[in-house]
DNA sequence: ACCATTTGACCATA
DNA sequence: TATGGTCAAATGGT
């Protein structure tokens, strides 16, 4: 691959862009404790069990056969997050609802994440996160479903960081060109990463038509050929944000980046679009509400998106470029 | 048996 | 009321 450039200075920058986010120190404190609750009145809502693959296609809701994504092992999943959202004030989560212990009714939900962000990418599934996926439905007017995905360390660390991928209408379909995904980034990883594995690491998937069985950072159960995981890399992005804007300047990414800021937080999704030369057409997602779009100048925030770099010979090949920064230990490349 | 995924139900907000 | 977002039981794969 080619990371030949400047490499050691483009990995610190990618090091300074990855390790700030995730370590970086909340204002709040989310306790992992309080997770054993006992599964209250595990049967508050649940009632029949459709059928095993769909069974109701005229429903409004979910489940539009698209938009299969990998899932990360799930940790803690079933602990409830209402536990900690009351303790979350992150920057990005409002928690609403009051107390949410017993039933199911009570619910804590949390919205107004006003650090957000979104990229359109052919792979979302590599952002060098892990993601647990959490629902998925069927969004008034779009052709695909979007899928609901958390941090896997939301439970274990209160890591308010979610997302939300959803195929874009064009592209895909046949023609060659690898569907895209518009990816929706809220909130802000405040997880460190500890696990060798799950740390955050920028991922270099180079894919080359060919259904892979890139095994980077998930499982690969359902990478069939619905996901999206694979692909000639590309990637855009769009954000919604300007906390942390600490970020570095990328001067080369403008022809292929725009992002809108309005908020806080910011994810720097792209800068590896530039740095590995992976290139995207924003798509503007027709009902995005993406405000602002404009040409990305300062970037700012970690990257937290998969590099993508072509591939000879029509081989997918994952690598991990970039290891939890913390050590000295500037890249790993693993070849699959 | 365990674990990840699926997907209808539930809930909050617009 | 409509829609989006979340929960969690049930299913299916390993």
Redesign the pocket.
């Known amino acids: 691959m080619t990371l030949g450039l400047q490499g050691d200075e483009l990995l610190a920058q990618l090091r300074d862009l990855l390790l700030p986010s995730p370590t970086t120190p909340t204002p709040f404190k989310v306790e992992s404790g309080g997770t054993g609750h006992p599964?209250a009145s595990?049967?508050?809502?649940?009632?029949?069990?459709?059928g095993?693959?769909?069974?109701?296609e005229d429903?409004?809701?979910?489940?539009n056969g698209e938009q299969?994504h990998?899932?990360?092992?799930?940790h803690a999943?079933?602990t409830?997050?209402?536990q900690l959202?009351p303790h979350i004030h992150a920057d990005g989560l409002i928690a609403?609802?009051a107390a949410a212990c017993s039933?199911?009714?009570?619910?804590?939900?949390?919205?107004?994440i006003s650090s957000t962000s979104s990229l359109v990418t052919s792979v979302p599934d590599f952002d060098g996160y892990q993601w647990?996926?959490?629902?998925?439905?069927q969004?008034?007017?779009?052709m695909y479903a979007?899928s609901?995905y958390?941090c896997t360390r939301s439970a274990e660390q209160g890591c308010p960081a979610?997302r939300?991928v959803q195929r874009n209408h064009d592209g895909g379909d046949g023609d060659g060109t690898p569907p895209k995904y518009t990816v929706v980034y809220m909130g802000e990883h405040t997880c460190t990463a500890n696990d060798s594995m799950e740390a955050p690491v920028i991922l270099e998937t180079a894919a080359v038509v060919a259904p892979v069985t890139s095994n980077s950072i998930?499982?690969p159960?359902?990478h069939d050929g619905t996901a999206p995981t694979t692909s000639a890399g590309s990637c855009s992005i769009t954000s919604t944000s300007s906390s942390t804007a600490t970020g570095i300047e990328s001067p080369a990414i403008s022809d292929i980046t725009y992002w809108s800021s309005s908020s806080s937080g910011g994810y720097a999704v792209d800068d590896y679009c530039r740095l590995f030369g992976v290139h995207d057409s924003w798509a503007p997602p027709a009902t995005a509400a993406a405000s602002s779009l404009r040409e990305m100048e300062d970037f700012t925030g970690p990257i937290r998106s998969p590099v993508h770099i072509a591939a000879a010979d029509g081989w997918t090949i994952d690598h991990f470029l970039l290891q939890l920064a913390s050590n000295d230990q500037p890249v790993s490349h693993f070849s699959f």
């Open positions: 599964p595990r049967d508050g809502r649940r009632r029949r069990r459709r095993s693959k769909r069974d109701r429903s409004k809701s979910s489940y299969q990998e899932e990360p092992p799930r999943c079933k409830s997050f209402s959202l609403l609802g039933s199911r009714r009570k619910k804590q939900r949390q919205k107004k647990r996926k959490y629902g998925q439905k969004i008034d007017g779009a979007r609901y958390r979610k939300t998930k499982r159960q359902s």
